[in-house]
């Protein structure tokens, strides 16, 4: 841009130099008309340069906190394809998924912080609640339940005596029609009962791989199982059941095992 209108000054320049209808002697008039026309066009070059494009007026625009926490979303909410996540009224977090939940900490203003979820497709917003955050803690968030009356967890992913040749392990119930249940890994009962809307501690664990087993707590009947799950140290593994237990639901009951780097 800036060349073309480069190149347009110095076709006047030339044009006006050998303009017929103007004599050479009037010089005065030969020199203020090129300046005014420079000067009219350096104005217009100067204020396109420094006019920054905005991509979209409607677009909503993530703005990172100065004083902030560390937040992983996870979508468990059977009956919700995709939410955007907001706090405070800017956008955290676009495109949260059930099938594709993304193991990646986004930035939430510390202190007092309101968390909204908001359907795309109509802007409804399903789930809005205020929540107290450590600044530059690092914090787990589950959004669950049914679409009418959305929940969410809030789980400190901070670990005591964190050592990182050893992994770690946690267990969250959030499917609401299922029964309390047990945690069984590799034969191993991790938990004697998890209600809904519940979750444990953080266990260290050794690494390997693992199957795992979620049973009903009273008839010890097995609800869903999870093979080779890959424990790999350093890292930190919310397992969580959600999903549908009973009904002709499509999103039947399972535990999803996601993986935070520490």
Request: with cysteine; aromatic share 10%.
């Amino acid at each position: 841009m800036v060349t073309s209108l480069l190149k347009i000054i110095k076709l006047l320049s030339i044009r006006k130099r050998t303009h017929p209808l103007i004599p050479s002697q009037e010089g005065k008039l030969n020199i203020c008309i090129p300046i005014f026309i420079y000067i009219f066009i350096f104005s217009g070059l100067l204020i396109f340069s420094a006019c920054e494009c905005v991509p979209g007026i409607d677009t909503p625009k993530i703005i990172e906190p100065v004083d902030f926490s560390n937040v992983l979303f996870i979508n468990a909410m059977p009956d919700v394809d995709m939410v955007d996540v907001w706090s405070t009224d800017h956008l955290v977090l676009g495109n949260l998924s059930y099938d594709n939940n993304q193991n990646i900490y986004k930035k939430i203003g510390a202190g007092s912080s309101n968390i909204k979820f908001i359907l795309q497709k109509d802007s409804t917003i399903i789930f809005n609640s205020s929540t107290e955050l450590i600044k530059n803690g690092n914090y787990t968030f589950i959004g669950f339940g049914r679409k009418t009356r959305i929940k969410g967890m809030l789980m400190s992913d901070s670990i005591d005596s964190y050592t990182p040749n050893n992994a770690y392990v946690r267990f969250a119930h959030v499917s609401d029609d299922a029964p309390a249940v047990k945690f069984v890994i590799n034969s191993y009962p991790i938990n004697p009962s998890l209600s809904y809307n519940s979750y444990t501690s953080i266990y260290p664990i050794p690494t390997g791989i693992y199957s795992l087993s979620v049973n009903d707590t009273l008839t010890n009947s097995t609800l869903t199982t999870k093979d080779s799950i890959e424990i790999k140290a350093g890292s930190l593994y919310n397992l969580i059941l959600r999903g549908h237990y009973t009904g002709s639901q499509t999103r039947k009951l399972e535990c999803i095992v996601v993986e935070i780097k520490k």
